[in-house]
């Protein structure tokens, strides 16, 4: 095998397949990175066995072949090269990287033991833009657990009903829902249960304007991207009911400014810990929210913030940390904040044209 192709198209090629590699695995070649040259490209691919990663990217090919070079190292190894024409050429146990002045002799491994790409069935297929996609995964996936013995709350659920496709996840604290209308799709409702994980992977791969195609398999989904292929398998198991836990009505519902909330909430969480509560004492009659923390031996806060808002007076606490970060994936000037009582979760939902709730446990108010 022998090639030569820039320096930053090979970075970047490797940046991502480099996602795919085992870290943890007792088997060798997982940790390498296959290289197959043929024609005018070169395809890498890297796998753990549960995550499959492809990437084709054009490349001068002078002899086609394949081989499987350790993958830490060689992207090191091209990361610090100058960004000029980098020439690849193995035979047999060791592969040869020159670049400009720079000359490096690795061992390689056999091509023969690397793990074929999986072929996989695909039964049903969306496209959606890039941007979208990811915005709607930053929304929901910082909430997904981390709990690796309920595996099914590390994933987010994504279901497509009719054009309206939604994402769902839940550490059974909190629970934040999005959705976004595809008029284009023509395909049969759908619902899977991916690792969160590997969604914000996803979600962090470089903006283009390229569609992003999700596809389900049995028990994999597919997800292609530019000239890019993942492949991961699907978290088994049946997601919790998550519409039980939504009300159809409230007692009190409060508008605000979503700066002018985080701040505020940001002031009266100096005081604690991470997981201190923060009260919000809703005033309907003077259209008012007060916000307040207590840590003993240490002092308290208080912070008056306006509001518009219909319905009863009432005190809610909530963790101020989960707060934050469902406060975070709001991108409207205002958020509204649905209370049924002090004991039952608060709904904060984004103003019009952002289809985005979270939902969050109370605290109990001593």
């Not at 492809?54 to 992207?75: D, I, M, T």
């Not at 690792?195 to 304007?209: K, V, W």
């Not at 007692?251 to 909430?265: C, E, F, N």
């Amino acid at each position: 095998m022998k090639f030569s192709i820039n320096q930053t198209e090979l970075q970047n090629a490797l940046a991502v397949v480099l996602k795919g590699i085992a870290t943890r695995s007792t088997l060798p070649i997982l940790s390498g990175i296959y290289l197959d040259a043929r024609a005018d490209s070169l395809t890498l691919q890297a796998t753990d066995l549960e995550l499959s990663i492809q990437y084709e990217v054009p490349a001068l090919v002078e002899e086609e072949g394949r081989g499987v070079l350790p993958g830490k190292l060689f992207s090191e190894i091209v990361k610090n090269l100058p960004d000029a024409a980098v020439h690849v050429a193995s035979e047999g146990d060791s592969a040869v990287i020159t670049c400009d002045t720079s000359s490096f002799s690795i061992k390689a491994l056999d091509a023969e033991d690397f793990p074929g790409f999986p072929h996989v069935d695909v039964q049903q297929e969306v496209s959606i833009p890039f941007s979208q996609f990811a915005s709607m995964v930053k929304r929901v996936a910082r909430v997904v657990s981390k709990d690796e013995s309920r595996a099914i709350l590390t994933g987010v659920l994504i279901t497509l009903e009719g054009t309206l496709l939604k994402m769902v996840a839940t550490d059974s604290y909190r629970l934040a829902i999005t959705e976004a209308d595809l008029p284009d799709s023509v395909v049969e409702d759908f619902q899977a249960v991916i690792a969160g994980s590997f969604l914000q992977e996803i979600a962090s791969l470089p903006r283009t304007d390229d569609p992003l195609r999700i596809a389900l398999a049995e028990n994999q989904i597919v997800v292609t991207y530019h000239d890019t292929v993942f492949i991961n398998r699907r978290i088994e198991g049946n997601f919790p009911n998550y519409r039980q836990l939504l009300p159809d009505s409230y007692a009190t519902r409060v508008s605000m400014d979503v700066g002018h909330l985080v701040g505020g909430v940001k002031r009266a969480s100096l005081l604690g810990q991470a997981s201190s509560p923060v009260k919000f004492g809703i005033d309907v009659s003077s259209q008012t929210v007060q916000l307040s923390a207590a840590a003993q031996d240490v002092g308290t806060a208080q912070e008056t913030l306006p509001c518009e808002g219909e319905g009863e007076n009432l005190e809610i606490a909530f963790n101020y940390s989960y707060v934050l970060e469902g406060l975070a994936s709001i991108e409207t000037e205002r958020v509204f904040l649905e209370v049924q009582s002090s004991l039952k979760p608060g709904i904060f939902k984004a103003d019009e044209g952002e289809n985005f709730l979270y939902l969050v446990m109370p605290v109990r108010i001593s």
